[in-house]
Structure formats: C-alpha cells, structure tokens
C-alpha cells in the first residue's frame, strides 16, 4: 500500500507541477531577465532572408498570405519566398502562377506526387539563398513588421531560432476555439520566459519561426513534428532559441472537436518521436546549463506522460480507497470528472456553454490524443502525409 501511495501522490504532482508550479516558476525567474537587447534596427544592413512554405490545397487563403509576407517593412530585395505546391488539386497553383509575377522575388516549385511538408521543406531549404530562414504556413498571416521582428533578433551571435506570438482570431463560445486560444496565449508566454532567462525555448510556434540557415539539419522523412525537431537541433548545437511576443502573425483559431482532435493525434504520435530523438538531452551538460534538461523534462516530457500518469491515479486509487474515506472522496471526485466531458457535449446540443466544463473537456481530449499517439508511435510512422486541418473553422 506504501509503494501504491507513492505512485499515486507522485503522479499526482508531476501533473500540478507541469501545469501550475513550472510556469509560475519561470514567470518569477523571467522577471530578472530582459529580453535579447542585442538587436539589428531598421537603418541596419539587415541579413538576405529566404521565405519558406509548403501548401496542399490552400485555395482559400494562399492569395491573402503571399500579399501579406509582401506588404512588409523588411527591404524587399532582401526578401525571396519559396513557396512547394505539394502535388495541389485546387486553385492554389493557378493562384500561385497568377501571382508569380507581380513579385519577382516569389519563386513556385509544384510537385507532381505527394511529398508531405517536412519533405518538402527539406527540398526547398537546398533552394534558398537567404542567411536566415522563415518556415511558415499559408493560413498564417503577418504583420507589416513581423519578419523584421524576427530576424531583428539574429545579430546576437548566441540565437540560432527565433518563434512567432501567434495571435488566435474568430474565437467562437459555441466550439472549442476559447480553450485553444487560451492554450496557444499560455504556451506562448511560457516559450518567451523559457528564452528569456536560459535561451530553450521549447518548440516554435510551427506556423511560423525563423532560424539560421547553416543550422537547419533535415527532418527525418517520416517524423510528424518538424518544428520541434528542428529547434532541438538548434539547441543540441548549443544555440539559444527565443520567442519574439513582438513578432506577431494570425491565424484562424480551430473550433471543431472533430478536427482538432485529429490534429492533436498526429502531433501526439510526433510528440514520441522526438521523445526518443531527443531524450538524451535532458541529462546533457552544455553551456546553456541545466535550462534545457529541465525546460524539457518540465514542459514536454511531463506532459506527453501526463495520459499514464492520470492511468496510475485512477488504479492506485482504487487500491487505496478503503484505507479512509479521503482516498475515497479523491475517487468519487476523480470518476466525477470523467463523466464532465459527456455532460459538456450535451450542454452544447442545447447551445449551453460552460466554460469550467470545456476546459475540463479540452484537457481528457488532449491527454486521450496523447494516448492514442503513443500507440501510434509503437506501430511505427512510415510516412509524414496527413491530411490538412479545416480552415476557417470558425466561419463555417
């Protein structure tokens, strides 16, 4: 019974501690650091920059994109997009070509079979020409100053990988957009004290982020989670990776359950990949010190776990539920909570929405994706070809 207390206290604490003590603790660390100062400014000469997109399918928002990487303050001659057409059977080529030559300094590759993102982007990194990288995807839009806020970080010879602050739009109360926005808001300010006080920040925003191009290392083709991959790679070669909050992009925020939950499989089953590609480093000494075992173990690791470590409260619960009655309020409460998710879904079929309830929902949803990722995992992940998310959820 001693040893099942013990699991069950500590599973108890690794999931506290990865949602509530660590990122009070970096907030209180950060609070000492100021933000990388070492900074190019606009009367600068400023590093050529190549802009890198794979898209399947994107019709819907491809033309709005391109103008917005274009309608920058970045000097444009400093400035080349590339965009893959991974074998689309919409508009999107058509558009793209249209495009093409309104801006010189646009050049389109459309591949004739399926690739996958991360195949193509290790295809179009051989093509650039800039000294820094801007991966990105099509349903993420810029501000005017957006690749000047991220490349303006790269004159501090210790920064390898600059992150984006995404910012959520069309949030709707009637879907799961709330949680999501309020999920990506919380990462991001975790990512941007992670930078501030050790340089390992764990993981851009994929949507967009920058790094230098002698950094990059191709993803393995059949991995599922390229933007992580390629900022550990950043920080195994002991370079420090930041999260600009002032280099600001936009992106329809996902609403359907459905789909999100998709989503979150793939990731989940990417997640393991780079557990395994990357587990090592959490024991690594290097000269960011002690920040990028503990930034991993306290932000990912703990959280990809966090599925197995609910699995173990619940089991040795009930073996410790006759030793007094508050292991058995703990199991009433803990089996109560299960049962929200169901009561959140019927609420909405009668458009009653509680937010407590949703977000109740939103964390079962993610550590059920995280499970079922795991497995996935164990099966193997032959190819990195999925099928895009909706877009636009929230307008539909």
Known sequence: MLFCEILFWFSIICIFYHYLVYPLIIKLLSRSKSENTNVFSEKDSLPKVSILMSVFNEEK????????????????????????????VDKTNDILLSLSPKYNSLQIFIFQQRQGKINIINNLVEKTNGEILILTDANVFFEKKTIFELVKHFKNAEIGLVGSNIINIGINQNGISLQESFYTSRESQIKHNEGNIWGTMMGPFGGCFAMRKNLFQKVPPNFLVDDFFINMKVLEQ?????????????????????????????????????????????????????????????????????????????????????????????????????????FDFLLKKISFNISFFRFISHFYGMNFALFIGFFRYLKGVKSSIWKPTERNQTKN
């Not at 420090?240 to 359950?257: C, G, P, Q, R, T």
């Not at 690594?284 to 599925?307: A, C, D, E, Q």
């Open 61 to 88: 928002v491809i033309f709005e994109k391109i103008e917005s990487v274009f309608e920058t303050n970045y000097p444009l001659e400093k400035l080349e997009l590339i965009v893959g057409s991974d074998n689309s």
């Open 238 to 342: 002991e370079k420090k990776s930041i999260n600009s909050l002032s280099a600001k992009v936009y992106e329809d925020v996902s609403n359907h359950f459905r789909e999100e939950f998709r989503r979150k499989v793939r990731i989940s089953t990417g997640n393991f990949q780079n557990l395994y590609a990357f587990f090592h480093l959490i024991f690594r000494k290097n000269k960011l010190n002690f920040g990028l075992g503990f930034s991993f173990l306290s932000h990912k690791v703990l959280r990809w776990l966090g599925p197995f470590f609910l699995i173990l409260i619940f089991f040795t619960n009930i073996f410790l539920l006759f030793q007094n009655k508050f292991y058995l309020i703990l199991f009433f409460i803990y089996i109560f909570s299960f049962f929200i998710p169901f």
